[in-house]
């Protein structure tokens, strides 16, 4: 009987994740592994794809000062746009938490409801709002406080405010998911032995939501560092990012080989900074975890 | 916790504002009534409604983006409540690997998926059909299905299951009559979130999408990439109507708060 039951639960599991399994590898790993060879392929301009193996693309991004400033650019962009759903984040959601039942949900609605809506759609309103005709420039100038259009579409500042609206849910949802399990006693217990509502922020709660903070930041990062509608909406042709810039290769100059081999390097910085922040993170706020 | 003082009332009416304000441009926009790109001063005007309406374009991507939706959400949630299953229930080597993989399409970003996708269709020369891309969406949707079905076939119950097998229900109806009712609102919340991920999904169709199979959210980004018109604030203030809408149902069934933060809760 025993070997029976354990025979059935060796069989069991793939059976019932068999297909989905199957689904994945035909559609998934089979893709990104042909990318991967294409990556190593040759492009000539007459020739097109050639069969032949080499590491000359990643040599290629790796020596090139254009790609070099794109890397550059997009890690850069990504970091302030992580920064800003950091400060911008942690306190709304501290806030929404302080209010009452009713105003909370209504207003995490509010908040989290806009990641449900295209992002095409809210990058439109974004390139609206920052046109030279747009509205915060026309306001700007009817208040009087500048004279002529500041230029903010088609700018870096641009796309990280953008990016900053369409990613600073999932700062939110972070911090929240631990907020849930701060002890609230612990806050009075701290103002009532005499420490400023600053000192009890910083020596109790932030320490408490520290792991929210890092997995919400860790989440922000990765999309920003892929980002590709805003950026190609609100940066335009001529601020390119890495994500744009592997869709140039594909669809615009057809270097199918180096576009691949941009996408490898996209995806590697992307897992190393999931699975690697993740994994630090995990180890330093075990206490926390548990 | 202490009440909300008043500054910081002040930084959540500018943080709601930031929020908003995007949608409710775009909104105010489309009721215009002039033949391009303002607020609707002088009167609303349904003109820009009454253009989308004849606008085939659009109204063809937008007939392709539902049924696109419905086609992947479906099979993602088929797929996904089997492998749900065995994740939840039995402790087989290998049980972390086959969830991180199953879950994996989010930790890639959607240019690589893209990217891959276009390698592998003009390889097997079956790109530009709608099933090409129906599996393209059925790979991208499907964690955000297994994620909620996960959440509610973790810590179910066998007993009753058990209690069918042993009266002499086929494991079939087992299933059917007694897992599938009890499982119902994550598989549910499951199937209407990979339809809206599906439906909202742009940067990796953006590859594959033929002028055949063109999906509303492409049709807009390339008209956006070339010119900003009120036709456009038209189609996006249905959308965001539409999105309310669906939201709302989501929220009365599962919880938007479960839906979007997850099992944290």
Known sequence: ?290 | MHKNGIFSLLFHALFVTFIVAPLVVVMAMAFTSKGYLSLPTEGLSLRWFRALADNHEMLDAFALSIKLGLASATIAAVLAIPAALAISRYDFPGRGAVTGFLLSPLMIPSVVLGIAFLRFFSLAQIGGSFWALTLTHVIVVLPYALRLTLASTIGLERDIEQAALSLGASRWTAFYRVVLPRIRTGVVGGWMLAFIQSFDELTMTVFVATPGTTTLPVAMYNQISQTIDPLITAVSTVLIVGTLLLMLILDRMVGLDRVLIGEGK
């Open chain 1, 1 to 290: 009987m025993a070997t029976y039951d354990a025979e059935r639960v060796g069989v069991a599991p793939w059976l019932l994740s068999g297909p989905a399994l199957l689904v994945f590898v035909a559609l998934l790993l089979a893709p990104l592994l042909l990318t991967a060879v294409l990556s190593l392929n040759l492009f000539s301009d007459t020739e097109g794809v050639m069969p032949a193996y080499s590491l000359g693309n990643y040599v290629e991004v790796f020596k090139d000062d254009y790609f070099h400033e794109i890397f550059l650019r997009t890690g850069g962009m990504a970091l302030a746009v992580t920064l800003l759903c950091v400060l911008l984040g942690i306190p709304e959601t501290i806030i929404i938490a302080r209010m009452a039942p009713r105003w909370r949900s209504l207003f995490l609605l509010v908040v989290l409801g806009p990641l449900l809506i295209s992002v095409v759609v809210r990058t439109l309103g974004w390139a609206i709002l920052l046109g030279n005709n747009g509205l915060i420039n026309d306001a700007l100038q009817a208040l009087g406080i500048i004279e002529q259009p500041v230029k903010m579409l088609f700018t870096q500042v641009g796309v990280i405010i953008a990016l900053t609206h369409v990613l600073v849910p999932f700062m939110v949802i972070a911090v929240w998911a631990t907020l849930q399990r701060l002890d609230l006693q612990v806050e009075w217990a701290g103002l009532s032995l005499g420490a400023s509502r600053l000192t009890v922020f910083r020596r109790i709660i932030l320490p408490q939501i520290m792991p929210g903070v890092l997995s919400g930041s860790i989440i922000v990062f990765a999309l920003a560092a892929s980002a590709f509608a805003t950026p190609a909406i609100i940066g335009g042709r001529r601020l390119k990012v890495v994500a744009t810039a592997a869709y140039d290769e594909f669809l615009g100059t057809l270097n199918w080989p180096l576009g691949a081999a941009i996408a490898m390097l996209l995806l590697l910085a992307n897992l190393i900074i999931i699975l690697g922040c993740s994994k630090l993170a995990e180890r330093r706020f075990k206490q926390v975890f548990e």
